[in-house]
């Protein structure tokens, strides 16, 4: 069966730092672009990032460029999204998702993205 999954989110003071993991099972990520998303309560899902399938492009929304690096390493069939600086709206349910996608960025609309993880809660609180 194929899934993505989530881990590394957590409780985090405002300023502080995570990284979040999205692995693959099932599946090899070798041929799929990847987008992080955030949902915060009685919001939409918003993009946060996406990477090519080489990792050799990347996109950031305007609201966490300059302080969220996203990376993959395809030999851990794995996709990491390293958020520095947090702040109290960073809080959300993170989810990873994946689409097939050769070398071209798919964006940040949810509707491009084909396989989902099941989130992870980020809490940037003091």
């Known amino acids: 069966q194929s899934q993505l999954v989530e881990s590394g989110g957590g409780l985090v003071q405002p300023g502080g730092s995570l990284r979040l993991s999205c692995a693959a099972s099932?599946?090899?990520?070798?041929?799929?672009?990847i987008g992080w998303f955030r949902q915060a309560p009685g919001k939409e899902r918003e993009g946060v990032s996406c990477?090519?399938?080489?990792?050799?492009?990347?996109k950031y929304a305007d609201s966490v460029k300059g302080r969220f690096t996203i990376s993959r390493d395809n030999a851990k069939n794995t996709v990491y999204l390293q958020m520095n600086s947090l702040k109290p709206e960073d809080t959300a349910v993170y989810y990873c998702?994946?689409?097939?996608?050769?070398?071209?960025?798919?964006?940040?609309?949810?509707?491009?993205?084909?396989?989902w993880g099941q989130g992870t809660q980020v809490t940037v609180s003091s």
């Open positions: 990477i090519t399938n080489t990792g050799g492009s990347t």
């Open positions: 998702a994946a689409t097939r996608s050769l070398y071209t960025l798919p964006g940040l609309l949810a509707g491009r993205y084909n396989y």
């Open positions: 099932g599946f090899t990520l070798d041929y799929y672009a």
